[in-house]
């Protein structure tokens, strides 16, 4: 690029399909709200401003966006989206250089799709505007770019303005411009409302450019680029094509995916070399796995590091925080939250580990559980390098089991144990012989007499059973 761009996003629009008290383009794809998907890209250029128009609770995305040095203008008037783009005027005083029209409720447009109008809006026959077209599938209602047999634009027609031959033509117009930004605002000062609705419309500017001699131009993009979402099925679907694009592209990086339909991937999911992903695993936002690792079936991850070589689940859910180092191992129905799985660490069945640290080759037990939440606050568990701990123990935090010490199986341990200690912390058992039958034959008297079911009903406050 010659100069760097300006952009201009439109959020000003209500979004009413959507039903929500949520502003349209803040509703997330992937875990991410649209337009952040968006501004994603653009960040990904060298540009020297961005303006997004805002209309209703503009307030939502100031605050959604308030970090991004973003500056917001405000369309209070909906009168269409050539008057939207007028709203940015005083926001781009001065700039001469290109500027690209984005809209945000299209957010899948890519950095390289920007870059390539950009650089064809600068080419040497200096066409003035360039818009972003594409040939989807299925031509629907969208409006048409007739074409003179190159890339330059006869004519742009509504398609319920169009004649069965320009129907025929398969280029749609997406909406999107990458226009000079020396005459933008001279063309939009000179688009009328002389339609239907009564509103001024961008696409306008294209005719205005041809009559002052200019030859806007088409640029081609991906139909998965550019999908407008309006309602919640349109997001459904938005995010179906998102999650298909992305396994494709995880598989393509090296990735297994046992059955790709049914794994869903966080716009921010790293996933390394030879890593393996069984069925029905879904990635929260923040979560990295690196080479080799295996993540099976139905586990939930979200805001956690896997290291090299780790197993987790199957139906096992990683919270953020959660870390596994070299080999660990998290395996069924087991829960980590704030934690550290040191090397080669287990925890392989029905076990909760909370805000813990667990040393190297450590073994936690089924059933064991880190009580580190006091009603009032978090503390912290210290499992030492190579400890034991047995099945059903409760390690109330704060405690340090040190290393290479034992737990042993149902303690309540309370108190740190050292290292290379045994610990057992559990009630002593007791044999009453022949007990067991004296007791059967008491309670059958019992439930002979209804005396449980008199309990229960007086208790409850309803009807004996007959």
């Known amino acids: 690029m010659h100069q760097s761009p300006a952009i201009i996003v439109l959020a000003a629009g209500k979004g009413t ?99 390539a109008m950009v650089e064809r809006l600068e080419a040497d026959d200096k066409p003035g505007i360039v818009v972003l077209g594409f040939e989807p599938e299925d031509t629907k209602a969208y409006g048409r770019i007739i074409c003179m047999g190159d890339d330059t634009i006869d004519k742009m027609v509504e398609h319920k303005d169009a004649t069965p031959e320009e129907r025929q033509c398969r280029m749609c117009n997406s909406g999107m411009m990458a226009v000079e930004g020396a005459h933008l605002f001279d063309w939009l000062a000179q688009v009328g409302n002389d339609n239907a609705a009564g509103e001024y419309y961008l696409p306008d500017i294209v005719n205005i450019a041809k009559r002052e001699g200019r030859r806007p131009v088409v640029v081609k993009g991906e139909e998965r680029e550019v999908t407008g979402i309006n309602s919640r099925a349109e997001m459904a679907a938005a995010e179906a094509q998102w999650q298909e694009f992305r396994r494709a592209e995880a598989m393509a ?74 080999g660990a191992k ?92 045994i610990a057992i912390a559990r009630g002593q058992q007791k044999q009453l012989d022949g007990a067991a039958k004296s007791f059967r034959d008491k309670a059958a008297e019992k439930k002979k007499e209804g005396v449980g079911k008199r309990q229960v009903a007086a208790a409850l406050g309803t009807k004996k059973d007959s």
């Not at 929500?20 to 337009?35: E, N, T």
């Not at 993540?295 to 987790?312: K, Y």
């Not at 998290?330 to 040393?359: C, P, Q, R, W």
């Not at 390690?395 to 149902?410: E, F, N, S, T």
Request: hydrophobic share 40%; charged share 20%; with cysteine.
């Open 17 to 115: 399909r959507m039903k929500s008290s949520l502003h349209k383009v803040l509703h997330p794809i992937a875990g991410r709200p649209m337009i952040d998907h968006l501004l994603g890209s653009v960040d990904r250029l060298s540009v020297t401003r961005t303006v997004v128009v805002v209309g209703q609770w503009k307030e939502q995305l100031e605050d959604a966006l308030g970090d991004r040095g973003i500056t917001f203008a405000e369309q209070t008037e909906q009168l269409g989206t050539g008057h939207a783009v007028q709203q940015a005027q005083c926001a781009l005083e001065g700039h001469d250089g290109p500027v690209i029209l984005l809209f945000g409720d299209v957010p899948m447009v890519s950095a390289e799709t920007m870059t």
């Open 253 to 326: 990086e090296g990735v297994t995916l046992r059955a790709p339909e049914t794994v869903f991937f966080s716009w921010d999911t790293k996933l390394g070399k030879d890593v393996t992903v069984e069925p029905f695993v879904t990635f929260g936002p923040g979560v990295s796995v690196a080479d080799g690792a295996t993540i099976r079936a139905h586990s939930h991850l979200e805001g956690c590091d896997v290291g090299e070589d780790c197993e987790v689940g199957p139906y096992a859910r990683l919270r953020p925080g959660a870390r596994l180092e070299h």
């Open 330 to 421: 998290v395996g069924n129905f087991v829960e980590v939250k704030n934690a550290v799985l040191g090397a080669g660490a287990k925890a392989n069945h029905l076990t909760y580990v909370g805000d813990a640290s667990i040393g190297p080759r450590a073994n936690l037990g089924a059933g064991t559980i880190t009580c580190n939440y006091d009603g009032f606050n978090k503390w912290p568990t210290i499992v030492g390098a190579d400890a034991f701990v047995g099945s059903n123990s409760a390690l109330v935090a704060p405690v340090v089991i040190g290393d290479g010490a034992i737990v042993g199986a149902g303690s309540v341990v309370t108190r740190d144990v050292d290292a290379d200690a």
